[in-house]
């Protein structure tokens, strides 16, 4: 009875392990599926906001391809010194003793440009201005939106320059919204929550980059998911329900 007792109990604990093995593959397939959605949500999201900015479906596509594309691509555009600093570091000799090392760092910051997240959002900007002419609302919207920008940015050395996407995308939707130009607000709303990020969180910010300690620093580096792109999205998006 003893031995018919301890079978049944290893077959039952042996079904749960069935079970839960059944049951590992269910979570990888979840993410999996979860991550599916959330990209397909963000390229609609996208294409929505270029469509509303005046770009036909196709040239949308175009401009979201080459921007994902792009991200991977850096520019470079200027060599600026920064503080000289010395790197320490510890190596242990073959008695176990450790001796310190003092290694100058280089000197010189290799300012970049990145394609996807700085240059084709630009390109665009200047697209829909020629397209539309809407020269002198946009030199106004991206005047308050870099200032704005420009006071909200923070320089972090070793990070980068940060930077609340969202409130700069509303600066621009409300500017677009409040200028009103018969050509559309969303357009004007893009111009202004790309470039007005881009002249107020990095240009005017140069300067700060000596201060960053990185051998490269890439404007526009997260490409795609960079401020200058998604505040541009952001700011079409808004501007659609103000």
């Known amino acids: 009875m003893a031995r018919t007792g301890t079978a049944q109990t290893m077959t039952r604990a042996g079904r749960g392990r069935e079970h839960a093995d059944t049951r590992r593959p269910v979570l990888p397939v979840v993410l999996g599926l979860l991550l599916l959605g ?31 594309l792009g991200s991977v691509i850096d520019i470079p555009v200027a060599r600026i010194a920064r503080r000289p600093s010395r790197a320490v570091y510890r190596i242990r000799a073959w008695d176990a003793t450790t001796v310190l090392v003092s290694v100058p760092e280089p000197r010189r910051t290799v300012v970049a440009v990145n394609l996807g997240g700085a240059v084709i959002p630009a390109g665009v ?54 200028l009103n130009p018969p050509q559309g607000a969303a357009a004007l709303a893009y111009i202004a929550g790309t470039t007005g990020t881009l002249v107020g969180a990095d240009l005017t ?34 501007a659609a329900f103000l």
């Open 38 to 68: 959330m990209t397909l949500l963000f390229v609609q999201a996208v294409g929505l906001a270029f469509t509303l900015a005046g770009l036909n479906p196709y040239a949308a596509a175009v401009v979201l391809l080459a921007g994902l």
């Open 125 to 178: 900007s200047v697209y829909l201005a020629a397209r539309t002419g809407l020269w002198v609302d946009a030199v106004a919207a991206v005047a308050v939106v870099g200032v704005v920008t420009h006071l909200l940015a923070r320089p972090i050395p070793q990070v980068g320059i940060t930077l609340p996407p969202l409130i700069p995308a509303l600066t621009a939707a409300i500017t677009a919204t409040v």
């Open 205 to 238: 910010h140069l300067g700060a980059l000596r201060k960053m300690g990185a051998p490269v620093v890439s404007i526009g580096g997260a490409g795609t998911f960079d401020g200058v792109f998604l505040c541009g999205i952001f700011a079409v998006l808004l």
